[in-house]
């Protein structure tokens, strides 16, 4: 059997008839809805007609400033939700663990630190610099996180990872906190950015990181046939004539990529990258070809229906997006642990 | 005879394990003076040491009530509550934590890490600052959602089986939804300022004051014996629930009893201090390393928990051109230890 021939065979046992067109189809119908409510509700109550009017013929007032600046905010949304999930399926694919997520990981916590070294000591400012800081911060504490949760027995278990990555987030906080306190200008915006928010979105900074997210995808796409066999198990995967290491290596590339970026635009956001793939393997089973589209459209409608909640429960406020994600994705953290058999834990 | 030395006859081994342990004994009693040297060292420099120095014989006749220019204020209002604070949230935060790591056979399971601080430090803040209340309301709500907390992750944990793997899970999950709601609290204060911030972050002595004082030295002198008590099992649960219970250990009442003791001592000092980074969970196992095996771990750990907590804070206001709260220095100061503890804990199991 060759190698192709493989994926056909394991994505055929992973599909199970379970009508994947059809949730892709709803996953993307439920991001359009959730894009539609992201522009019609905020933190100012706005008349439908209103809105209407705003986009089609355009208008000065407050109502319609308000109404375009919701644009750029939704698009943000979209995309961040969409790479934070995609990270999600891609790391709980490559570890075969289901606590597997950018935030539980602390690849998140590491890019926020490389950004602040960033601001405080090269005066980074613009969205590219932000970018490779967060990447490069993100790439070290996955590596380092994944080999702390490797050793010793068992390999890489989902307890081990979480602690590793628990702890990781605890220290590298400290140091971020460190490096922040005396420097009062940079702590005012590190603060609102550590929550994690689309808020001040602006579509310049959203293109700038285009490239890596597309870039993201690709890899994700090129990994997410041979994921299916990597799921058998190492050596049953490298019987049927994968490499194992390149699959693992493409793939953990793709999902740190992705976390990076979502992180170095909307700060760090939990969760999501937990949650969505979780709940779209419920439904459509673990073939990452469906997997991956489907949690994409997913998690950019999760992402933006929970930014919709938070401005609109907090009126005239609004909660960050990013703990709404937590309020929503501790829950669920706590259920795919309670759900585990002993021996996955 | 060298205790080294292959024993002959029962009678020799008989001296043999008697010399080891008086040894090991000695050792615990020598650690223990040390640290309480060590201990009143860094609380005479805190009180001494500032904007303004005083001599140590300046700090002794004030300390014995006798009028010192200037003291009364810098010493008596600022210094010395400070100082106080510094040890009884230290040691509040050990004793929780090494029981902790104890009970749960996991020198990360502490709870500073499994979101039970974290739980009692949103308690607090929302009483502040949605309710307006202060002093012992504070506490009192830190208290009961810290030991709610450790109650919730306990019955979840339970309800599916093997307890600790679950439970420290389950306490990460928690943990993070604490975290993202202090943060909502704190932004949506409607004014609120970094000490006030770092606290409830991260843990901070700035605004320490007699009132917080007296709370938890209340508290500190019920609790600290309770624990100190119930501890006497603790060093036996060591050995595991079965060689315990063949002992004579009631476990499963010990174990209630000291975990909601120690709960409710972390949860008073988070009210106090605000959850000071990292103490809970590193004054145990550095405790065990220094005493030696099979000795009782809680004294000394409660020791290294004040001399921590004292110390960092000396080292926040002094050592740097800024001032760091002192959660943020034992943050830094414990980093590098967590992950040693973390890559030594997956290769020696069941151990602090």
């Known amino acids: ?345 | 005879m060298s205790a080294l030395e292959r024993p002959k006859t029962t009678a020799a081994a008989i001296e043999r394990v008697a010399t080891v342990r008086r040894r090991a004994t000695f050792r615990a009693r020598v650690v223990n003076g040390v640290l309480i040297g060590a201990l009143l060292l860094a609380f005479s420099f805190s009180l001494a040491f500032g904007e303004r120095i005083y001599s140590a014989a300046e700090v002794g006749r004030f300390l014995a009530g006798q009028p010192v220019p200037g003291a009364a204020f810098t010493i008596g209002e600022l210094r010395l509550p400070r100082a106080l604070l510094a040890i009884l949230a230290g040691a509040a935060f050990a004793l929780a934590g090494v029981t902790f790591q104890t009970l749960l056979r996991n020198p990360l399971a502490s709870p500073d890490i499994i979101g039970i601080t974290n739980g009692a430090s949103v308690a607090a803040l929302f009483m502040i600052i949605v309710v307006g209340a202060s002093g012992l309301a504070v506490s009192a709500a830190a208290v009961a959602a810290g030991i709610g907390i450790a109650f919730a992750i306990y019955l979840l944990a339970a309800r599916a089986g093997v307890v600790g793997t679950r439970l420290i899970l389950i306490g990460i999950g928690v943990a993070a939804m604490a975290n993202s709601a202090t943060l909502y609290l704190l932004s949506s204060a409607s004014r609120w300022d970094l000490q006030g911030a770092m606290r409830w972050l991260s843990g901070s002595l700035n605004l320490a004051s007699w009132e917080d004082v007296a709370v938890l030295a209340i508290v500190s002198a019920v609790l600290f014996p309770a624990v100190l008590a119930l501890g006497q099992g603790l060093a036996l649960l060591r050995l595991g629930d079965d060689q315990a219970a063949g002992l004579g250990v009631n476990v499963e009442r010990s174990r209630r009893l000291l975990v909601l003791t120690t709960v409710a001592l972390a949860a008073f000092a988070t009210a106090a201090t605000g959850p000071i980074t990292f103490v809970a969970f590193m004054s145990g196992p550095i405790a065990a390393r220094l005493i030696g095996p099979r000795q009782q771990v809680l004294l000394p750990a409660g020791l290294i928990g004040a001399l921590l907590v004292l110390s960092a804070d000396l080292i926040g206001q002094f050592a740097f051109s800024n001032r760091y709260p002192v959660g943020v220095v034992t943050g830094v100061l414990g980093a590098p230890f967590l992950i040693y503890l973390m890559i030594r804990s997956q290769r020696v199991r069941g151990s602090i």
């Open chain 1, 1 to 345: 059997m060759t190698s192709a021939q493989a994926i056909a065979a394991t994505g055929e046992v992973a599909r199970h008839n379970r009508r994947p067109h059809r949730w892709l189809a709803a996953a993307i119908l439920a991001a359009a809805v959730a894009a539609v409510a992201s522009i019609v509700f905020g933190s100012r109550a706005i008349e439908l007609s209103e809105v209407w009017r705003a986009i089609t013929t355009g208008g000065d007032d407050l109502a319609a400033a308000a109404v375009r600046s919701r644009i750029p905010r939704t698009l943000l949304a979209l995309l961040v939700g969409a790479a934070l999930a995609m990270s999600g399926v891609m790391l709980q694919g490559v570890t075969r663990n289901p606590l597997a997520d950018p935030f539980i990981l602390g690849i998140n916590s590491g890019a926020a630190l490389l950004v602040v070294i960033g601001i405080a000591f090269f005066s980074i400012q613009s969205m590219t610099s932000y970018i490779w800081f967060s990447l490069t911060g993100a790439g070290l504490a996955a590596t380092f996180v994944y080999v702390v949760g490797s050793l010793g027995q068992g390999g890489p278990t989902p307890l081990k990872l979480a602690l590793a990555g628990a702890a990781t987030t605890a220290a590298l906080g400290s140091v971020t906190t460190a490096i922040l306190l005396p420097r009062i200008e940079v702590m005012n915006v590190y603060r609102f950015w550590s929550i994690g928010g689309v808020g001040r979105a602006e579509n310049s900074d959203t293109l700038m990181v285009l490239p890596f997210i597309a870039f993201g995808i690709v890899l994700c796409v090129l990994a997410a046939g041979t994921l299916n066999v990597l799921g058998l198990g190492d050596e049953a995967a490298a019987g049927l004539g994968i490499d194992v290491l390149r699959t693992r290596l493409i793939a953990t590339s793709a999902g740190v990529i992705l976390a990076a970026a979502a992180t170095a635009l909307a700060g760090p956001i939990g969760f999501i990258g937990l949650v969505v793939p979780h709940l779209v393997r419920l439904v459509v089973g673990s073939d990452h070809r469906w997997l991956l589209p489907i949690s994409a459209f997913a998690g950019a409608a999760l992402l933006t229906v929970a930014d919709v909640v938070g401005r609109v429960i907090a009126r005239p406020g609004e909660i960050e997006v990013g703990i709404i994600t937590a309020l929503i994705g501790g829950p669920v953290f706590i259920w795919v642990v309670l759900t585990k058999t002993g021996d996955q834990i």
